[in-house]
Structures are given as structure tokens and as C-alpha cells.
């Protein structure tokens, strides 16, 4: 089944504590991307990935780390995590940029106290 | 920044009454997909639509593209509670940008029985 997979799925974590949400697709995709999603801003792009040791800065990058070692994994990093990072977090990932369809993980609920 | 604004942001009808949401741009895109998003999941393609002017139907739901492909509109006839959910519209860039979709903020759809 072709499936974008995201863990955890709940994460409740200290301001500073370093984590690490990882995202694994199963559909060889080349693009790959980091989104957040807050109340009334909706979906927000944090970094993307057009293919392996390719990642560029999206929206709001800013307090987040991405690595592409491997074509299907895509993990996000929070080095110093701060209570203004916790949000909705989703992993999609695309055959290209253009699409033609983005899939998306079940995303991780993110609370930084 | 290409930008995709979406109304209305909250709309509560009755089962059986129609209803029409725009996703409006001042820019043009290459293509726009309308995605789906129930709580505690991640979006779901609903359709893709490539050429200015084209009509895509899904049962119920009916997609338009605009003739200059800065716009679209999702219409459902017949509302049903199982058409609850957020609504999002996104748009692919008709410039050389690798950043991917740009997402609008989605509206929230119930349907009361």
C-alpha cells in the first residue's frame, strides 16, 4: 500500500530537548516536503526535498533541521524546541514538485511545555 | 510568495442544501488540486484540474477551474454529514520554482442532519 509514514504520532516534550519526527515513503517519490499547520494559517511549508542530499528552506524554516540521506526518509529535526514550535506537523511527499499528487502522513501532534 | 485565499472560512448548512467554495489567486498556476482533510488525519486528493476553463466532476462535487487559472470553485449538491471536513485548494506554480504547492488555509465545512 503506498503510504507516507510519520512517528510519532503524539509527542509531548520540554522546551530544549532535541527530537526528531521521522517521515518514510514507499512510492520511490523524489519530492518530499515538512508542513505545520496552525489555526487560521493554515498549511505552512518548513523545509522541502527535490531528491536525496537536495533540501532547500520553505516558509518557515526557521527552528527546524532536515536531512535526505536516503531517497524514501525525510526526518525533521528540532534541535532546541520552544513552546511557539507546537503545532500540527505533516510529512508529503510527491513524484516531482509539480505533483502530481502530494501524499500525505497521518501527521504528529507536536506540544513543546 | 504566490498566494491562494480561500471562502468562506466556515460554513455550517443543512444535509441537502448546495453550497459553492472559491479558492482565488492573482496568480496564475500551472494546476490546482482541492484536497480533503478529516480531524486527526492528513489531506486527501479529491482532483486535479490542468486546463483554464475545465469542469471536473466527482458524484456530488463539482470542480471548476477558471478560465485564467488564477481561480477555482468546489461545488456539493445535495450536502451530506459525511461531507464534513476542511477543504483545502492548492495550487502548482507556472514559474521554475521547486517549492512545490502553495496551500490555502482551507474551509471548514459542516453538514448538520
Known amino acids: 500500500e503506498a503510504q507516507v509514514t510519520q512517528n510519532p504520532r503524539y509527542l509531548i516534550t520540554v522546551t530544549g530537548k532535541k527530537l526528531t519526527v521521522t517521515c518514510s515513503q514507499n512510492?520511490?517519490?523524489?519530492?518530499m516536503s515538512w508542513y505545520r499547520q496552525d489555526p487560521g494559517l493554515g498549511l505552512r511549508q518548513i523545509y522541502y526535498?527535490?531528491?536525496?542530499?537536495?533540501?532547500d528552506k520553505g516558509d518557515v524554516p526557521e527552528g527546524y533541521k532536515v536531512s535526505r540521506k536516503e531517497k524514501r526518509n525525510f526526518p525533521l529535526i528540532l534541535e532546541s524546541p520552544s513552546p511557539n514550535q507546537t503545532s500540527l506537523y505533516f510529512c508529503?511527499?510527491?513524484?516531482?514538485?509539480?505533483?502530481?499528487?502530494?501524499?500525505f502522513g497521518q501527521g504528529t501532534r507536536l506540544t513543546v511545555v | 510568495t504566490q498566494l491562494l485565499e480561500q471562502s468562506p472560512q466556515f460554513l455550517s448548512i443543512q444535509e441537502g442544501e448546495n453550497l459553492t467554495v472559491y479558492c482565488n489567486s492573482s496568480?496564475?498556476?500551472?494546476?490546482l488540486q482541492w484536497y480533503r482533510q478529516e480531524p486527526g488525519e492528513g489531506p486527501v486528493l479529491l482532483v486535479t484540474v490542468v486546463t483554464g476553463g475545465e469542469v471536473k466532476k466527482l458524484k456530488r462535487l463539482t470542480f471548476q477551474f477558471g478560465d485564467a487559472r488564477k481561480d477555482s470553485s468546489l461545488h456539493i449538491t445535495a450536502a451530506q454529514p459525511g461531507d464534513t471536513g476542511l477543504y483545502l485548494c492548492a495550487g502548482a506554480g507556472s514559474g521554475g520554482g521547486a517549492d512545490g504547492l502553495t496551500f490555502g488555509k482551507g474551509t471548514h465545512l459542516i453538514i448538520q442532519p
Open positions: 496568480s496564475v498556476f500551472s494546476s
Open positions: 526535498s527535490m531528491n536525496v542530499e537536495v533540501t
Open positions: 508529503a511527499s510527491s513524484l516531482t514538485h509539480r505533483g502530481p499528487e502530494a501524499f
Open positions: 512510492m520511490n517519490h523524489e519530492y
